[in-house]
């Protein structure tokens, strides 16, 4: 199947500080990239819904402001913590959609604020 | 709105054992069902589905089927395997009725399946 690879797979950031996380295709391209977030012992949470070249959609209760989501080409999404706290700490997953229809994901990034 | 339920774990079992994970849902109109399993360190991928009722799935010896009436989708395998370690997620999806999975989809809280030798 095809791959999506995260970067970084975990980082550790002070209170206040933002965050970037990228999600990349690696040999298909993606018209459409999903955000989840998976806290422990808890299902996959969809944050928001991506579409190259055009504004994310975010699901109730996801601030657009603190989570900034650009997907400017159609093998790249970058997700944005931004003056992130401890309570973002959690694992983010993407996942593209091929242009075929199967939806891919990503092996997941785990963020720690301290 | 739409939600899945799977059995808690983790579950440990020994090679050659049988594997049931159950897996009910909530959904408005008829969702396609999904199983996605995750290996340490990788990403989720997708094991078997279903689009609709008495669909089964099935891929690597592991079986689902769409079991409209009690709105379930439990996954079974008949001789589990060492390989077989890994967390499962049951998910569906119930905006895009070709059964891709390309529309939201909805998880349950997945399940740790280990297996010993």
């Known amino acids: 199947g095809a791959v999506v690879s995260q970067h970084p797979s975990w980082v550790i950031c002070k209170s206040g500080t933002s965050v970037k996380i990228e999600c990349r295709s690696l040999d298909f391209q993606a018209t459409t990239m999903f955000w989840y977030r998976q806290f422990p012992k808890q299902s996959l949470m969809l944050m928001a819904t991506?579409?190259?070249?055009?504004?994310?959609?975010?699901e109730q209760g996801v601030e657009k402001d603190k989570f900034l989501i650009n997907h400017a080409s159609l093998t790249l999404s970058t997700l944005t913590v931004t003056s992130a706290h401890p309570e973002d700490s959690s694992f983010y997953i993407c996942?593209?959609?091929?242009?075929?229809?199967?939806?891919?994901f990503g092996p997941g990034t785990r963020l720690t604020v301290l | 709105g739409d939600s899945v339920t799977q059995m808690e774990g983790p579950v440990t079992l020994s090679e050659e054992a049988f594997l049931t994970i159950n897996c009910t849902y909530t959904a408005t109109g008829y969702p396609s069902l999904f199983w996605y399993v995750q290996y340490p360190g990788e990403g989720l991928q997708l094991l078997l589905k279903?689009?609709?009722?008495?669909d089964k799935g099935s891929n690597k010896g592991f079986e689902a089927t769409y079991r409209k009436e009690t709105t379930s989708f439990h996954l079974e395998k008949g001789s589990v395997q060492v390989s077989d370690s890994a967390v499962y997620f049951c998910?569906?999806?119930?905006?895009?009725?070709?059964?891709?999975?390309?529309?939201?989809?909805?998880f349950g809280q997945g399940t740790i399946l280990t297996v010993h030798p």
């Open positions: 991506s579409n190259e070249g055009s504004k994310a959609t975010y």
């Open positions: 998910a569906l999806t119930s905006d895009d009725a070709g059964g891709t999975s390309y529309g939201k989809l909805t």
């Open positions: 279903a689009t609709k009722a008495d």
């Open positions: 996942s593209g959609r091929a242009s075929y229809n199967e939806q891919f």
